[in-house]
């Protein structure tokens, strides 16, 4: 049933808090570097929003609302949830109120996930070096990072990460994102990617208030060998933690090589498992336990369907095989005892 449940109040009106979110510090302008491909929401609190996009690269005209973008979504009087941005989508959000007159204005560069450079302190990978570039003057082009996440789990030990971003610095001026550097401008380097790093850590438990969802069905795909569990509430700008069997799943062991029955999808920050196995598989957002998939047989079902819905089916096919052979009963005795309409009247009753 709460897997249903959650199924359709995901797909309602999107909750706010279930989604990464970050604040303007002067409520007016801002600039900021985040991921592909990772929903973001950008709040503007004001009634009969408009709001506006101008994209970069394709030198787009401000004209354009943002209602045009299939990927946003206007969520009324809060804000708009953009659902795995593109690195196209890089550009200025500006949003209006009923009046016409600004309220706030995102800059946002969306950095392409996929050349994502992951590393591990424990396993001693270093990120990437400082480098400078040449378009004029003397281009610095280095990572800024983010602080540290939480620790992914508590009372034991656990991991957090941090992400980093492109910057370009040309002094005196302050650092911009990459690509809000570079504008339309087409340049390539090796060195213009977003990081993540992960450590080792460990902090004591604090008591938790959030309600356990439960998938008490999934399947493992019989064409891929596999299937994707979703932790609700995950995002990679929050710490997640996924168990198998009580046992933890790191990056240290993914990014060394050992865990071969899982795969954390880097470029979501872990928010998906990939597994290949059925056992219990837990997720925890910010430590606390958010989501449990049991293992399940396969089922002749859609997946959608849950327990309940099954044994209210299996009853309802069960009470229709009774009445079939009830019926043929009747029919036969109807058949060889042509006189005796009463009994089967009687027999028809029991139906
Ligand atoms: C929106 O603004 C109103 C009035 O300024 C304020 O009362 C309300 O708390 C704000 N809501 C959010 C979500 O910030
Ligand atoms: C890279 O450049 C940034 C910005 O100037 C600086 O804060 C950082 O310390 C530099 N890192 C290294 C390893 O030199």
New binding site residues.
């Given amino acids: 049933m709460l897997t249903t449940l959650w199924l359709l109040l995901s797909l309602a009106a999107p909750l706010l808090g279930f989604y990464a979110s970050f604040n303007c510090p002067n409520e007016k302008q801002c600039q900021k570097a985040l991921l592909s491909d990772n929903d973001i929401f950008l709040p503007c609190n004001t009634s009969g929003a408009q709001w506006y996009f101008f994209f970069l690269q394709d030198k787009t005209s401000w004209s354009n609302e943002v209602s045009s973008v299939p990927n946003i979504e206007i969520i009324s009087e809060s804000g708009i949830l953009i659902r795995n941005p593109l690195p196209s989508q890089t550009g200025f959000y500006r949003c209006r109120d009923k009046n016409g007159i600004q309220v706030v204005q995102y800059e946002i560069d969306f950095q392409d996930v996929s050349t994502l450079h992951i590393t591990h302190k424990g396993l001693g990978q270093k990120p990437l070096?400082?480098e400078t570039l040449s378009l004029g003057g003397e281009e610095?082009i280095?990572t800024r990072w983010e602080p540290w996440q939480g620790c992914n789990r508590c009372g034991e030990r656990g991991e957090r990460k941090r992400l980093g971003y492109c910057y370009i610095?040309e002094p005196p001026q302050k650092?911009v994102p990459c690509w809000l550097y570079l504008g339309d401008m087409k340049l390539w380097s090796s060195r213009m990617r977003p990081e993540m790093q992960v450590e080792a850590c460990q902090v004591p438990c604090q008591t938790s208030t959030l309600d356990v969802i439960t998938f008490d069905n999934f399947e493992i795909s019989e064409d891929s060998g596999s299937v994707w569990l979703t932790c609700p509430q995950g995002s990679i700008y929050r710490p997640i933690l996924w168990e198998a069997n009580n046992i933890p799943l790191t990056w240290q062991g993914q990014l060394s090589n050992q865990d071969y029955n899982t795969i954390l999808e880097p470029t979501n920050g872990g928010r998906q498992l990939r597994v290949f196995e059925p056992a219990v598989y837990r997720c925890f957002v910010k430590q606390e336990l958010v989501a449990r998939f049991n293992p399940k047989p396969v089922p002749d079902l859609p997946e959608i369907l849950s327990q309940d819905a099954r044994s209210v089916l299996k009853a309802l096919k069960l009470m229709l095989l009774v009445g079939i052979v009830l019926g043929l009963l009747g029919l036969l005795l109807k058949l060889f005892h042509p006189s005796h309409h009463k009994r089967s009247n009687q027999v028809l009753l029991v139906k």
Avoid: A, E, G
């Fill in positions: 070096r400082n610095l280095f610095m650092p």
